[in-house]
């Protein structure tokens, strides 16, 4: 039944039972943990025998004895396989350390203060610099963006993507803004997949915006599917140079979630221009990335099927995580008008939508059940959810025993959150 | 004999010999190189075991597993491993990612640009800002000043270390200065050991350059001996910490030129408020260090023991190409008076000093009969060597014969140069 359709004196009766469900929850002393988008460690398992993928041979493919100083770029044959995996030519790409993160911050900062193209392209010099995030979105990507002084604008995201008329009409009117975060593919929280329109957009912003801006393409997902025949993400750099705009996109992505969190290669993707002066500015504080991690990983995932099979045994340990996720929520909360959920067909989350002014209740009562989750907010920039209501979900990281007692505790908390505002209002 | 005692008609008849000679090694094509100060092959094989010896186990010494993220200061085991190496308490330092300069770069910018202890600490509110530079010094260590627009003061090097009468002079008169980089012992590349006074004397300067000055002392070869019984350095932080000054110290180190070049740890030792305010920064562009391979490192090397009997296996190796160079310059050169160089009792380099003017034709000279040498005025700020004389030798990646070749050359281009200088003068 709706929540809007039981009577008052049924609402107390309900608010009743669930204060006992709730009361019953926290003697039962759960300590379970939603909030951590990692994988589990059956996932990483899949990776174990890369350790032994040297074997004693440390010559790259072009003959370069992995274990010495060198090669700012990266070894080719990761350059290889990140252009792949970014969708832009080997050239464009640099193969780096263990963090995309890091790479997202160097060029964001890079970008703002010794400038994309040489220093007078410095953000810097044009005053007060802001971003756009489409909302809900990726808290360390807005942290970034506070670490360096840059003021964010929230766009909404839609089932396509950002809403891109609101996005050309602020570029339009607003010089000040640089760049723009972007998660292409089962979006950070929300598991959109921009459409092949949106990225045809996106690839034009360039054009309005002028040289200097900047879209941040984190593509942390691009072949993290939940599903056989996933949905394909339109390739940006290739929209790009139909435009004449391909200086105007800086593409990261990494094998954290492939092979080992932590301990992967990362990879930035630039025009062949940004990417020599990036370079330039990365002389500055390295001789190179650890290529012994980068040719570990060649010869682990040497093609592009390895890596797609890879990620299917992936899919096959997180999928009924995912499923039992859904399960819940579904048999827990269908055509009660308390709340909106996703059904993502990739990536790492769900992310819930309470009703408006709930998320910090519910996420406070799971607490208090002995469930934890994302703190509210963190899907905003400055930790501000408008309507407080979004609630990001990671399922890949508990068992699905941990699952399976973890989600009635975050129903039960969202019902009684729920009637117990509509008890208020009444 | 001495290059003054000879007559004109000696030295012309010199210069045709020399000459001659210069000739007959153009034409024999020689294609060698004493730039590059990287390890060889055969030391990098001393450590090839490494890539065995987590043989499964991913487990922590605390349990961590190792393949998921976090753990943004390191490992335990290896947060004490560097502790040891650079002389300071785990809780003062961070086991970080594949490069101490990367390091090294981060802390010097984020004093700049954000501040060591909060905004208000932050350099750039000061003005132009300076740096001490004892030289001849590490060309990347001027390279990061010179990426950041921190102006360098050279100060001269003397057997026990920088001037420190000159360094004190300098801080008292110009509070611009707000660091100094150091190679504390067998520095790069003239190889000298800070003496016991230098070193006392420098955990004073913070009570003379006021709070936010630092010294940026990298101890790259603190444990890379080349003979028994090494020198002792003594402990800058134990100084400090009997002078109250330990905020006034970044020191850093790494395993690279220990394990694998460039597929190390590398290390920063900070007082645990610089600390604090470090790692709050670090934060927002990682969320942690490769500790795959951190425990690879605490796993193959596990004691201080152990880490000093493997240094003892390198110089086996390194020390018979430092000795042949010796002895080359010793019988080719002794009693010349051409020039001068070092014996360095560890350290990656020999240093030789030309006669004034002639270390940018001599290393002309020895690249145009087929040796690379680094160019000239590398070891000084802004590549400016004020008498043109300092050349920095590197001979651990060459094999034996080929520094048994490439040494006669580099005498040849000496002669040749000092000889034709003396002819002009005369």
Redesign the interface.
């Known amino acids: 039944m709706e929540l809007n359709a039981y009577s008052k004196d049924q609402l107390v009766a309900l608010e009743q039972s669930l204060t006992q469900r709730y009361d019953d929850f926290k003697k039962a002393g759960l300590n379970l943990d939603l909030t951590?988008g990692?994988?589990a460690?059956d996932q990483?398992d899949l990776?174990?025998a890369m350790?032994?993928a040297?074997n004693?041979n440390?010559r790259a493919a072009d003959g370069t004895?992995?274990?010495?100083?060198?090669?700012l770029e990266g070894l080719p044959e990761m350059r290889a396989f990140g252009a792949q995996l970014l969708g832009v030519k080997p050239s464009e790409t640099l193969a780096a350390?263990?963090?995309s993160?890091?790479l997202m911050?160097?060029y964001v900062q890079f970008c703002l203060?010794f400038g994309a193209q040489g220093a007078d392209s410095a953000w810097k010099n044009e005053g007060n610099i802001k971003f756009l995030c489409p909302v809900p979105g990726y808290d360390r990507h807005f942290?970034?963006c506070?670490?360096l002084g840059i003021e964010m604008l929230n766009v909404p995201m839609t089932a396509t993507g950002p809403d891109m008329d609101q996005v050309e009409s602020m570029l339009k009117n607003d010089k000040q803004i640089k760049g723009m975060w972007c998660v292409p593919k089962y979006s950070n929280p929300s598991g959109e997949i921009y459409s092949d329109e949106t990225v045809d957009r996106m690839a034009q912003l360039g054009k309005i915006a002028g040289a200097n801006f900047r879209i941040m393409w984190d593509n942390a997902y691009t072949v993290h599917d939940l599903i056989d025949n996933p949905p394909q993400l339109a390739n940006l750099m290739d929209a790009c140079r139909k435009h004449g705009t391909e200086d105007s996109v800086c593409i990261t992505g990494s094998t954290?979630k492939i092979t080992?969190?932590?301990?992967g290669v990362a990879f930035v993707g630039l025009s062949e221009t940004n990417l020599k002066h990036f370079c330039a500015?990365l002389?500055?504080?390295?001789?190179?990335?650890?290529?012994?991690?980068q040719l570990r990983h060649a010869r682990f995932i040497s093609t592009y099927e390895d890596l797609l099979s890879h990620m299917k045994k992936h899919a096959a340990l997180i999928k009924p995580k995912f499923d039992l996720v859904q399960k819940h929520l579904s048999e827990g909360l269908t055509g009660k008008g308390m709340g909106n959920w996703t059904v993502p067909q990739g990536g790492y989350f769900i992310s819930f939508d309470t009703l408006n002014g709930l998320a910090k209740e519910v996420i406070k009562l799971t607490n208090e059940m002995g469930v934890k989750l994302t703190p509210a907010g963190s899907t905003f920039p400055y930790k501000k959810d408008p309507n407080d209501c979004n609630i990001r979900i990671a399922p890949t990281f508990p068992n699905v025993s941990e699952i399976d007692k973890a989600m009635p505790v975050f129903i039960c908390a969202v019902e009684l959150a729920s009637v117990r505002q509509r008890l208020k209002s009444l």
């Open positions: 951590r990692k994988p460690a990483l990776s174990n350790e032994n040297l004693g440390f004895d992995v274990r010495n100083y060198g090669g350390g263990n963090s993160l890091t911050y160097q203060l942290t970034i506070e670490a954290s080992m969190a932590g301990a500015w002389s500055s504080m390295t001789i190179g990335p650890d290529k012994i991690n």
